[in-house]
């Protein structure tokens, strides 16, 4: 075989490109086999108590209805692996927007109009939806997201912030967020002789037939769920969400294929939310910027169902060094709607409070915020005294510094002005730590000279496909247009899910594994190969469940110029840029989609996206992209994303890091640090809207 032309790292073209953009790409929604009926969640308009009767009489007489699903009739379920897929198995309400009935018609028109008709009585509770700092429910769990301790402490802060020189204490707030893919949750499931086959916009099908498996007693191998595209998920896809379930549900119960999506106006209250954080930062340090300590102390919410705990202080167990330091996560449980992952949970939401805080040090200290962060880099994790088996931040900041035109900025806030607008420009850090799980992969070359690799991998938007050709092809030293890249179903080996920036790590370890004893079976090989070709597999379960001796996180860093309307108070994004340290990319066309893509995200993290829970009712009152502002192109107009050479040997074959999602992780931070420097005024509340803009200018 000759050298391949287009291996890793080259931007090749993501192969489902021309199939998504003419249509031919089918989403979760868009299987329709014969006999599809729809199906019409209802919600429940009560944030607490129970319901009472479902009068269904107007919503049957709607030609083409022929069923309403409630906890009355609806099909009993096993305790499911989650407590949000317990639908309609009881007459509880535990928060606004909870499933309470199912209409099920001939059509998705006939449905929706048999919902609408509905009379539904409640027995309403007293309810609290209101997350506040001293909350009187407060308490401390003893895990956050993602399995982290709650609490770490090293030294003694109090004593050492309290000798400090210079001395930071601040507050920082962030509402809820919300995810909205582009393609709605949605599924389509059909029963067949006892086999369940459900077509299921998610992050993860293994996932999703592992949880129906357990809700519908059934064997796995019983049950095929395919997510061959899916139009994006942003974390809200990666646990199984409750439209498989009642999907599933329907089907049973009617004989037919049931076809199930969520309103648009409905999926904040069912497929999670980034929690509302309050934080506390303080920080203590020596004239010349070295920190003495560091304090990072979160409150956010849980719903009634299950702890869920937003990981935001972990962040600053990594970032900077310091002798003394302590982190903490408190919660208290409210009558919400489940939080649940959104890109980069954790780090998003902490960072933004951690980087502003280290703004507002570097100003108290008359010191560049650059030279600030660069005093305290360590060259070992803080909280674990690992080495770092790379960290590239100090090459992030400087290369950024370079390319932005940093070193030329005037410090002094609030003296730049073309006309109406301030300008100001701000830096932040970015981090995301580096994951990946067992995953297993076939590898098959035939007799014409083309290859296939099979894994159930999930392509939300991230040009999986392509990449992970190229991995193969790599290893084969073949041509990356030969080798076919088969994703997406339970019926292939058992992969991961794309989530925590793992997805091409997990499954390309696999892929490597795979091709590369393919290629050597091919080499030991003599003649043609048979007809039937020549198979592999790759299994990393050994490979992954070795405990690493190096912390392994990717950095970044993010430069923001941003202008500030004097008179309305509007901010706006002039330039962006992001350098990444995030080992060897692989595909240079997608990976800069990603970051930017994240970059974008963080945007409307920091001037457009936020949402509120109204105490009275209990629902968000942004349910929406009418109310609930996603950036759109005019937002966005100078982005550029960039990434530094490195090369660690402590990761994985491909000496890959996930990018997914640190892109989004600095953005927000640099955005407020560049609205302080343009203005003179510190806003430690997020979004940065007009209004609250516009008390503090001149």
């Given at each position: 075989?000759?050298?391949?032309?287009?291996?890793?790292?080259?931007?090749?073209?993501?192969?489902?490109?021309?199939?998504?953009?003419?249509?031919?790409?089918?989403?979760?929604?868009?299987?329709?086999?014969?006999?599809?009926?729809?199906?019409?969640?209802?919600?429940?308009?009560?944030?607490?108590?129970?319901?009472?009767?479902?009068?269904?009489?107007?919503?049957?007489?709607?030609?083409?209805?022929?069923?309403?699903?409630?906890?009355?009739?609806?099909?009993?379920?096993?305790?499911?692996?989650?407590?949000?897929?317990?639908?309609?198995?009881?007459?509880?309400?535990?928060?606004?927007?909870?499933?309470?009935?199912?209409?099920?018609?001939?059509?998705?028109?006939?449905?929706?109009?048999?919902?609408?008709?509905l009379l539904i009585e409640y027995e309403s509770a007293p309810h609290d939806v209101t997350l506040t700092e001293d909350h009187p429910g407060l308490y401390t769990p003893e895990e956050a997201n993602g399995g982290f301790p709650a609490v770490r402490k090293r030294g003694d802060f109090e004593r050492s912030f309290a000798a400090a020189p210079v001395q930071i204490d601040a507050t920082y707030r962030l509402s809820p967020l919300h995810n909205h893919p582009m393609e709605p949750h949605a599924a389509t499931a059909r029963w067949a002789d006892g086999h369940l086959t459900v077509h299921d916009s998610s992050q993860g099908s293994t996932t999703v037939r592992d949880s129906l498996a357990q809700?519908?007693?059934?064997?796995?191998?019983?049950?095929?769920?395919?997510?061959?595209?899916?139009?994006?998920?942003?974390?809200?896809?990666?646990?199984?969400?409750?439209?498989?379930?009642?999907?599933?549900?329907?089907?049973?119960?009617?004989?037919?294929?049931?076809?199930?999506?969520?309103?648009?106006?409905?999926?904040?209250?069912?497929?999670?939310?980034?929690?509302?954080?309050?934080?506390?930062?303080?920080?203590?340090?020596?004239?010349?910027?070295?920190?003495?300590?560091?304090?990072?102390?979160?409150?956010?919410?849980?719903?009634?169902?299950?702890?869920?705990?937003?990981?935001?202080?972990?962040?600053?167990?990594?970032?900077?060094?310091?002798?003394?330091?302590?982190?903490?996560?408190?919660?208290?449980?409210?009558?919400?709607?489940?939080?649940?992952?959104?890109?980069?949970?954790?780090?998003?939401?902490?960072?933004?409070?951690?980087?502003?805080?280290?703004?507002?040090?570097?100003?108290?200290?008359?010191?560049?915020?650059?030279?600030?962060?660069?005093?305290?880099?360590?060259?070992?994790?803080?909280?674990?005294?690992?080495?770092?088996?790379?960290?590239?931040?100090?090459?992030c900041l400087r290369e950024g510094a370079t390319r932005f035109g940093w070193h030329g900025r005037d410090p002094r806030p609030a003296v730049r002005q073309e006309g109406r607008w301030l300008l100001g420009t701000g830096v932040a850090s970015a981090t995301y730590p580096v994951m990946a799980s067992r995953s297993t992969a076939r590898a098959h070359a035939a007799a014409d000279g083309s290859f296939r690799i099979e894994v159930n991998a999930t392509d939300i938007g991230t040009g999986a496909r392509t990449v992970l050709a190229q991995i193969a092809a790599s290893a084969l030293s073949a041509d990356v247009e030969r080798v076919e890249a088969v994703i997406g179903s339970t019926d292939l080996?058992?992969?991961?899910?794309?989530?925590?920036?793992?997805?091409?790590?997990?499954?390309?370890?696999?892929?490597?594994?795979?091709?590369?004893?393919?290629?050597?079976?091919?080499?030991?090989?003599?003649?043609?190969?048979?007809?039937?070709?020549?198979?592999?597999?790759?299994?990393?379960?050994?490979?992954?469940?070795?405990?690493?001796?190096?912390?392994?996180?990717?950095?970044?860093?993010?430069?923001?110029?941003?202008?500030?309307?004097?008179?309305?108070?509007?901010?706006?994004?002039?330039?962006?840029?992001?350098?990444?340290?995030?080992?060897?990319?692989?595909?240079?066309?997608?990976?800069?989609?990603?970051?930017?893509?994240?970059?974008?995200?963080?945007?409307?993290?920091?001037?457009?996206?936020?949402?509120?829970?109204?105490?009275?009712?209990?629902?968000?009152?942004?349910?929406?992209?009418?109310?609930?502002?996603?950036?759109?192109?005019?937002?966005?107009?100078?982005?550029?994303?960039?990434?530094?050479?490195?090369?660690?040997?402590?990761?994985?074959?491909?000496?890959?890091?996930?990018?997914?999602?640190?892109?989004?992780?600095?953005?927000?931070?640099?955005?407020?640090?560049?609205?302080?420097?343009?203005?003179?005024?510190?806003?430690?509340?997020?979004?940065?809207?007009?209004?609250?803009?516009?008390?503090?200018?001149?």
């Amino acid at each position: 075989m000759t050298q391949a032309p287009q291996l890793t790292g080259a931007p090749v073209v993501r192969r489902e490109a021309r199939d998504k953009v003419t249509g031919a790409a089918r989403y979760a929604a868009e299987h329709t086999p014969p006999g599809t009926l729809h199906a019409w969640p209802v919600p429940a308009t009560v944030a607490s108590g129970r319901v009472v009767a479902v009068r269904a009489v107007d919503a049957l007489a709607v030609p083409g209805v022929h069923t309403v699903l409630t906890h009355d009739n609806a099909p009993k379920l096993a305790e499911p692996d989650d407590p949000i897929l317990a639908v309609l198995q009881n007459d509880r309400v535990p928060h606004h927007g909870w499933p309470i009935a199912l209409v099920i018609a001939d059509t998705p028109e006939a449905a929706r109009t048999g919902a609408g008709l509905l009379l539904i009585e409640y027995e309403s509770a007293p309810h609290d939806v209101t997350l506040t700092e001293d909350h009187p429910g407060l308490y401390t769990p003893e895990e956050a997201n993602g399995g982290f301790p709650a609490v770490r402490k090293r030294g003694d802060f109090e004593r050492s912030f309290a000798a400090a020189p210079v001395q930071i204490d601040a507050t920082y707030r962030l509402s809820p967020l919300h995810n909205h893919p582009m393609e709605p949750h949605a599924a389509t499931a059909r029963w067949a002789d006892g086999h369940l086959t459900v077509h299921d916009s998610s992050q993860g099908s293994t996932t999703v037939r592992d949880s129906l498996a357990q809700a519908f007693a059934l064997d796995p191998e019983h049950i095929t769920v395919v997510s061959e595209h899916v139009g994006g998920g942003f974390g809200s896809k990666g646990t199984t969400r409750p439209q498989a379930v009642l999907a599933a549900m329907a089907a049973r119960h009617t004989g037919h294929p049931v076809k199930m999506v969520f309103p648009r106006n409905q999926l904040a209250e069912v497929v999670g939310h980034r929690a509302p954080t309050v934080q506390r930062v303080r920080l203590g340090a020596e004239p010349d910027g070295t920190l003495d300590a560091v304090s990072h102390e979160i409150v956010t919410h849980t719903s009634t169902l299950k702890e869920f705990v937003e990981q935001a202080a972990v962040p600053a167990r990594v970032m900077y060094g310091s002798p003394d330091s302590t982190t903490v996560h408190r919660v208290t449980v409210l009558d919400v709607p489940s939080p649940s992952w959104m890109r980069a949970p954790g780090e998003a939401s902490g960072m933004y409070a951690l980087e502003s805080a280290m703004d507002e040090l570097a100003c108290a200290l008359g010191m560049d915020p650059i030279e600030l962060r660069l005093r305290n880099d360590p060259a070992t994790e803080p909280d674990s005294g690992r080495p770092f088996s790379s960290r590239g931040l100090a090459a992030c900041l400087r290369e950024g510094a370079t390319r932005f035109g940093w070193h030329g900025r005037d410090p002094r806030p609030a003296v730049r002005q073309e006309g109406r607008w301030l300008l100001g420009t701000g830096v932040a850090s970015a981090t995301y730590p580096v994951m990946a799980s067992r995953s297993t992969a076939r590898a098959h070359a035939a007799a014409d000279g083309s290859f296939r690799i099979e894994v159930n991998a999930t392509d939300i938007g991230t040009g999986a496909r392509t990449v992970l050709a190229q991995i193969a092809a790599s290893a084969l030293s073949a041509d990356v247009e030969r080798v076919e890249a088969v994703i997406g179903s339970t019926d292939l080996p058992t992969a991961p899910l794309a989530g925590g920036s793992s997805g091409t790590a997990s499954w390309g370890w696999a892929v490597h594994k795979a091709a590369t004893e393919l290629a050597v079976r091919i080499a030991e090989h003599r003649g043609p190969l048979p007809a039937e070709g020549l198979t592999a597999s790759g299994d990393t379960e050994e490979e992954t469940a070795e405990e690493s001796p190096y912390a392994r996180h990717a950095f970044g860093a993010h430069f923001a110029e941003t202008a500030v309307d004097s008179v309305t108070g509007e901010v706006r994004v002039r330039r962006l840029l992001g350098v990444y340290a995030a080992g060897k990319i692989l595909n240079a066309r997608t990976a800069r989609s990603q970051f930017t893509g994240g970059m974008v995200m963080g945007i409307g993290m920091a001037l457009t996206e936020g949402s509120a829970i109204d105490p009275a009712f209990g629902d968000f009152t942004a349910k929406d992209l009418a109310s609930y502002h996603v950036p759109v192109c005019a937002d966005a107009l100078d982005i550029q994303a960039h990434w530094i050479d490195e090369d660690d040997r402590h990761l994985n074959p491909m000496g890959s890091k996930g990018i997914g999602e640190i892109g989004i992780v600095g953005t927000a931070a640099a955005i407020g640090n560049a609205v302080r420097h343009a203005t003179g005024a510190r806003l430690r509340e997020l979004p940065l809207t007009p209004d609250r803009v516009l008390p503090y200018l001149p």
